[in-house]
C-alpha cells in the first residue's frame, strides 16, 4: 500500500468519531510513537490525537521488550486523559478495540491473551503497550501504543515464526492498513465513551481471554510461578491457582500458556 494512504486526511476524513483520531500526527520513519505521544501530551495535545509511523525503528513493547514494525505494519500511540477510575480499562478497552477492528475488516477471529496480547489462531498479531502519568488521584495523560502486524511477511523473520502471525499471512493477500486504524480509531472512542458514561467492558473482555482455564507460567520482576488461570478480577488481575492449591492475584506479569 501506499505511503501516502496513511496520511493525517485520508485518516480524518469521514472518520465518524467526535474526538479520537480527529488529529493525527503522521511520520514515513520514527524511533518509537510512544515517546512522541508522550511529548504532545505534554504539550497539552488535545484528547485522541494520533502519533502513527509508517515504520518505527525503535519500538517498545511490555517488560521493556523490543517490538518489531517494519513498514506493512500499524504502529501508533494515542493520547487520553482518562479519570483515574478508568485506568484500569484502558488495557481492556485496547485490546477489545483491536478484536472488533480485525473481524470487522478481516473477518478473522481473535483472542486476547492476558494481559494484552492479541492471537489470531494461537499466535501474536498485536502487542498493546499502556502508560500513564499519575499524581495522587490525578491522570496527567495517559498514552496507549498500538501494534498490529498488517503485512508483515514472516518468511523473512524466521525468529518469531513460531509465535508471531499478520493478518496478511493469514489471508493470503495485503489487508488495508488504512482501513484497519480507521475501524480501530471507532471502536476505541465507542468503548472510552461507554466507560465514561459507567458502562462495564470487563466481561467482554474477560470472555474474549484465550488464558482462562489454561495451565500458564507467570512472571513478575523476578518471580515465577505456574498454575491455572481460573479467572480475571475487574481491575484486569489474574487470579492464579497455584500447583499447591492457594490462590494468588497477579495485578502485572507476563504469562505463558503452558499446554
Known amino acids: 500500500m501506499a505511503e501516502n494512504n496513511l496520511s493525517p486526511a485520508s485518516i480524518i476524513s469521514n472518520l465518524g468519531t467526535h474526538f479520537i483520531g480527529q488529529q493525527v500526527i503522521y511520520y514515513p520513519c520514527l524511533t518509537s510513537t510512544m515517546e512522541v505521544a508522550k511529548q504532545e501530551a505534554q504539550q497539552g495535545a488535545a484528547e485522541g490525537t494520533v502519533i502513527i509511523a509508517g515504520e518505527q525503528t525503535v519500538g517498545r513493547g511490555r517488560i521493556k521488550r523490543a517490538w518489531l514494525s517494519p513498514k506493512g505494519n500499524i504502529a501508533l500511540s494515542l493520547v487520553l486523559y482518562p479519570s483515574a477510575v478508568n485506568l484500569p480499562s484502558l488495557i481492556m478497552l485496547a485490546s477489545l478495540a483491536v478484536v472488533h477492528?480485525?473481524?470487522?475488516?478481516?473477518?478473522?477471529?481473535?483472542?486476547?491473551?492476558?494481559?494484552?496480547?492479541?492471537?489470531?489462531?494461537?499466535?501474536?498479531?498485536?502487542?498493546?503497550?499502556?502508560e500513564s502519568s499519575v499524581r495522587g488521584n490525578i491522570v496527567d495523560y495517559t498514552i496507549i501504543g498500538i501494534g498490529v502486524n498488517v503485512n508483515l511477511r514472516l518468511s523473512d523473520f524466521p525468529e518469531i515464526l513460531s509465535t508471531a502471525t499478520s493478518l496478511s499471512d493469514e489471508l493470503g493477500r495485503d489487508v488495508s492498513r488504512l482501513s484497519v486504524?480507521?475501524?480501530?480509531?471507532?471502536?476505541?472512542?465507542?468503548?472510552?465513551?461507554?466507560?465514561?458514561?459507567?458502562?462495564?467492558?470487563?466481561?467482554?473482555?474477560?470472555?474474549?481471554?484465550?488464558t482462562?482455564?489454561?495451565?500458564?507460567?507467570?512472571?513478575?520482576?523476578?518471580?515465577?510461578?505456574?498454575?491455572?488461570?481460573?479467572?480475571?478480577?475487574?481491575?484486569?488481575?489474574?487470579?492464579?491457582?497455584?500447583?499447591?492449591?492457594?490462590?494468588?492475584?497477579?495485578?502485572?506479569g507476563d504469562a505463558t500458556l503452558r499446554d
Do not use: F, H, M
Request: proline share 1%.
Open 212 to 252: 482462562l482455564g489454561r495451565r500458564v507460567r507467570v512472571k513478575w520482576g523476578k518471580a515465577v510461578c505456574e498454575g491455572v488461570a481460573e479467572s480475571v478480577a475487574r481491575d484486569g488481575s489474574l487470579l492464579l491457582r497455584r500447583l499447591d492449591g492457594s490462590l494468588s492475584k497477579i495485578v502485572a
Open 181 to 210: 486504524i480507521r475501524r480501530l480509531l471507532l471502536e476505541v472512542e465507542k468503548l472510552y465513551l461507554s466507560l465514561q458514561a459507567g458502562g462495564s467492558i470487563y466481561e467482554e473482555w474477560r470472555d474474549s481471554l484465550v
Open 101 to 130: 477492528s480485525i473481524e470487522a475488516v478481516t473477518g478473522l477471529k481473535s483472542q486476547v491473551k492476558w494481559p494484552n496480547d492479541v492471537l489470531v489462531n494461537g499466535r501474536k498479531v498485536c502487542g498493546i503497550l499502556v
